[in-house]
């Protein structure tokens, strides 16, 4: 193990030491992860020349977003189909049955437009 130094005891440590060495260890980390990153750039860029492929065409999307499905939105208002003649209430046909119409023919209660 390269240069084995005692662990820091931060019990000892003050207010502004504890801070100046947090400060130190994210300027560390920052670094490390930095090459970290460019490490792992490189190897994908070999890996992709290997195959006959550019970086930016491996991480180019598969499918051009303006040919993806529209999603279908999400509350759409859909036009009632049911009504208890009763009440007036109506019912689109989706999520929970009414009580009125629970167990009952629905063809009785459908709107006839």
Do not use: H
Request: proline share 9%; aromatic share 4%; charged share 40%.
């Amino acid at each position: 193990m390269p240069d084995s130094k005692p662990p820091i005891d931060l019990d000892r440590l003050t207010v502004p030491e504890l801070a100046a060495l947090i400060e130190a260890a994210q300027a560390k980390r920052e670094e490390k992860l930095k090459g970290a990153k460019e490490a792992l750039l490189a190897e994908f860029r070999d890996k992709a020349a290997e195959l006959g492929l550019s970086l930016s065409a491996l991480m180019s999307p598969a499918q051009p977003a303006s040919e993806r499905k529209p999603r279908r939105g999400k509350g759409e208002k859909v036009a009632p189909k049911y009504r208890n003649p009763e009440t007036g209430e109506a019912w689109t046909g989706r999520g929970r049955e009414p009580g009125w119409i629970k167990g009952k023919d629905r063809q009785e209660f459908e709107i006839k437009e």
